[in-house]
């Protein structure tokens, strides 16, 4: 048991979401960063650390402390790169926050449309170090080509249809009609999906997350400091990370699922509850095959048993069984980059989650990215 | 401008200096006999520095593929589409490339198809890429 220094998250925050380009990001850090401390009720001298995942768009720790104007910190870091996305810093401040290193950590993802956007480039990168086995044969665009392969052999090894991908993007579309913060609202029939073109087929351009510019943050602190503070709590149960053997989105030994399974198995092997608990799942779904892999990896259902298991969209959907991405995930309310999936559980198991709030959820399990790059969250309200 | 030439490093120069010459050879660990690729400067599985260039026969297998309908670099936009896949060496177990599929329509392939190396030229070196197999494998003599 953690005791008194179990880590806690009392707050998150948003900022707007913009699709225009040329977006300056730090209003919006600044606008989320604060949300999650009035949701805390906190102040910003309370806060002594700040973990952030940079990218393009992304603020670095120290700047937004200086746009707070937080006095000090005792704690802080710049998580990226290749790491969980936007979930490694919470995960960085759940350790250090338990460790003592500090008591009240602030986490934030800002990031802006043109670091989703893989296209458009016109300069040829030098092929050299890991890029000359890959960049001469036109890979390129992030992972797209590498994710374009992984949904192709899953098909192939595994079995499965077209229309189990497609109900990952329909589900976010039912769910972010129900969310103020939806961005791409209007449902979609299974249809719509099976035509969207190809990016990198079988890979298609709804089993992509759509790029915005925006900021999420959460306050994460100890269960003895929560107690003082006016907002109800979420318990850190369990994180862990996972990279899998040989670890590369391309030439890795579990090409398929990536660090996943392993991941998982940390994840559930520090937990206080099983797979058989969860009452909501937040997947992260910067592709779709993402979550279809933590869905398995995580022993929601079987390995190769998704297609069944989803049982038409049912099970995923409002009033389902296994409520997933119930804020409609990046796929739908945009690409926040990973935070996003952990401050919707912390909602739902606040139940201020409106007409899309689980009934009575108490267990929330969330996932960030894959390959080599896995990071995952049990979350609980007692 | 053209496309990406391969920037070689200490370690994968023979793999690139190789295929300028029509020869696929892939890194062998003197130690444990294992095959790995991309080059690098152990082997991975017993971190010897004894890993040295085996040639192989250029057979494989297709692992997986994807046809790019978009070109994230514009350099590549005449190919559209064109098909980027991951093929296991027959010869070489644990190496598995990512190279191009060539001469063959994509829609006709599927997972283990047998495929054979061929060389794309590529300024001053040869990219390996892949098409169905033609030939028949040799027999090995040692069998
Ligand atoms: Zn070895």
Redesign the interface.
């Given at each position: 048991m953690k005791g008194a220094r179990q880590a806690t998250v009392v707050g998150v925050g948003y900022s707007s979401v913009h699709r225009e380009i040329g977006v300056d990001t730090r209003p919006l850090v600044v606008d989320a960063c604060l949300g999650a401390l009035h949701d805390a009720g906190l102040t910003t001298s309370q806060i002594d650390a700040v973990f952030e995942y940079p990218g393009a768009g992304s603020q670095i720790a120290v700047n937004v402390q200086r746009l707070l104007g937080i006095p000090d910190l005792r704690a802080f870091g710049d998580l990226g790169g290749s790491g969980p996305s936007g979930l490694a810093a919470a995960m960085a401040a759940v350790a250090a926050v338990e460790s003592g290193v500090c008591d009240v950590a602030l986490v934030f993802r800002s990031v802006n449309r043109e670091w989703g956007q893989?296209?458009g480039?016109?300069e040829?990168?030098?092929?050299?170090?890991?890029?000359?086995?890959?960049?001469?044969?036109?890979?390129?665009?992030g992972i797209?080509?590498s994710i374009?392969?992984?949904k192709?052999?899953r098909l192939?090894?595994l079995g499965g249809s077209e229309e189990d991908y497609g109900h990952i993007t329909l589900n976010a579309r039912q769910w972010s009609a129900m969310y103020e913060r939806g961005v791409l609202t209007q449902p979609l029939t299974m249809d719509d999906y099976l035509s969207s073109?190809?990016?990198?087929?079988?890979?298609r351009l709804l089993d992509c997350d759509y790029p915005v510019t925006g900021a999420c943050a959460a306050i994460i602190t100890t269960a003895e400091r929560a107690r003082d503070l006016a907002g109800a709590a979420v318990t850190v149960d369990s994180v862990a990370f996972g990279t899998g053997s040989?670890p590369d989105w391309?030439?890795s030994d579990d090409?398929v699922f990536g660090g996943t399974i392993g991941c998982a198995q940390h994840l559930w092997a520090t937990s206080s509850v099983t797979p058989a608990e969860v009452d909501v799942a937040e997947l992260y779904d910067g592709f779709t095959h993402i979550t279809i892999s933590w869905v398995e990896a995580l022993g929601l259902c079987g390995i190769g048993e998704f297609g069944d298991w989803v049982d038409g969209g049912k099970r995923i959907g409002p009033g389902g069984a296994l409520p997933l991405n119930t804020n409609g995930g990046q796929l739908a309310s945009g690409r926040l980059h990973g935070l996003s999936f952990l401050t919707e559980a912390v909602q739902q198991l606040r139940g201020d989650c409106g007409p899309r709030q689980v009934p009575g959820a108490r267990v929330a399990v969330v996932a960030n990215a894959h390959g080599p790059q896995c990071g995952a969250m049990v979350l609980t309200r007692t | 401008?053209?496309?990406?030439?391969?920037?070689?490093?200490a370690a994968?120069a023979f793999f690139?200096e190789g295929a300028a010459r029509g020869e696929l050879l892939v890194q062998m660990c003197a130690d444990c006999e294992s095959f790995q690729?991309?080059p690098t400067v152990v082997c991975?599985k017993c971190q010897s520095r004894d890993v040295r260039p085996v040639r192989v026969s250029g057979r494989g297998t297709l692992?997986?593929?994807?046809?790019?309908?978009?070109?994230?670099?514009?350099?590549?936009a005449e190919?559209l589409?064109?098909t980027?896949?991951?093929v296991d060496l027959d010869d070489a177990p644990g190496a598995?490339l990512?190279?191009?599929i060539v001469d063959a329509a994509?829609a006709g392939l599927?997972?283990?198809d047998p495929l054979e190396v061929v060389f794309e030229p590529?300024g001053d070196y040869a990219?390996p890429?892949f098409r169905p197999a033609r030939s028949q494998p040799e027999r090995g003599g040692a069998e």
């Open positions: 893989q296209s480039r016109t040829v990168p030098p092929a050299g170090n890991a890029a000359q086995f890959t960049l001469p044969y036109g890979d390129f665009g797209i080509p374009g392969m992984k192709y052999r192939a090894e073109r190809f990016i990198a087929e079988p890979l040989r391309t030439f090409f | 401008m053209s496309k990406p030439v391969p920037i070689p490093d994968s690139w690729y991309p991975e692992y997986a593929l994807t046809v790019m309908h978009q070109a994230f670099l514009p350099i590549f190919d589409p064109f980027i896949a991951l598995r990512l190279t191009n994509p599927a997972a283990g590529r990219l890429q």
